[in-house]
């Protein structure tokens, strides 16, 4: 059975996902992308791909985008109101003759997917990561294309139970959603870690945290309102009154760094470190005592189970759609929201009196349930279920 994903771009973190489920489809599960999504730094992720992934990979370069604020065919940018015209995109997905086609969203590539699979009776597979928060002001006409569209899913490949919420809210059948995750790169993460000079993890932590009885938060992500930098930082003169020794550092870029860098410059306790390469990411969270996202809309944050994988205790927000599976209240963190600003202070101030150990070892055991081989499983095994329900209508 050879199975298709077509999907515009994805990052360096979903190869070993992709790998894992080449393996379980005996090595025909192949993945066609647009290698007009990769510019700037992200173009040195192409050759990776195409390494990882071998012939399996399947860059397409014809991809066509109409930019909406400039009336033209610009190129593509991430972020910008932009529509795809994957012109060409059929003959690419004939060429490579699939048995099942996987593709991601409502949008982008996925009505000429669903097109293609309709004509040539294959089954066709949506992969969604979307909440009831983020799609809270969807308009009756978004909601009813998606159910219109739905009569020719064979099945959705989903991060959680928060959108399996959301998809069975519109009226998706249970049994079409199937419950995958979205994995980190925990073993790198660990490695890492375990490669690291103690001495150096303690010079880290000592230059950012020096009182040995204080606790270090560490924030990861993009320095941006949606990420809640804003809120936190704002919460933190608050909790560091209660908590002299106590230091927060921020590692990301983002269009809040500056404004709070020198807004923040005289709190000596928290810091604001800018990009970090991935592969010195692991330095900070050897040294941290507590993770913490306050983020104001998040799919399926992937900073969480990093965390959570090299043993830190966890705070995010209820905007967050990875909180019902990944933080255990009482057990390896808690939950805040975080525009009520009392309720961050109280979520700060709790691990002050938790076993942050214990915390930490329960991280390490609910993140071993989304690693990279479960949730490739569980989406294998999805796949599979979806495919004879598909066979046996035909019948």
Known sequence: MRVL???PSFWDYRLPFYEELNRLFGGDFHVVY???RYRGAHQALLPRIAERLGANAHPWDGEIVYDHATRSFAGFTEGRGQTSLPFGLWARIAA???DVLLTEGFLQWTPLVQLYGLVHRIPVFVGYEKTPWTERN???L????????????AGYLVNGSETRRYLESIGI???KIHIGGMSADSEGLRSGIAALPKAEVEALRRRLCPERDGLLYLFSGRVEDLKG???LAAVWEQHAKRHPHDALVFIGMGDRYDELKQRYAQLPSLHLEGRVP???VCRYYAAADVFVLPTLQDNWSLVVPEAMACGLPVATSIYNGCHPELVHEGENGTVFDPLQPETMLRALDYFHHADLPAHGRCSVALEADWSTEKCARRQYEGILQGVADFRRKRT
């Open 5 to 7: 994903y077509c999907n």
């Open 34 to 36: 647009s290698t007009k």
């Open 96 to 98: 490579l003759r699939p």
């Open 138 to 140: 969807n308009s009756r």
């Open 142 to 153: 978004k909601t009813l294309k998606r159910r219109v569209q739905d009569r020719w899913v």
């Open 173 to 175: 059948a249970p049994r």
């Open 229 to 231: 930098a804003p809120h």
């Open 278 to 280: 991935y592969d010195e």
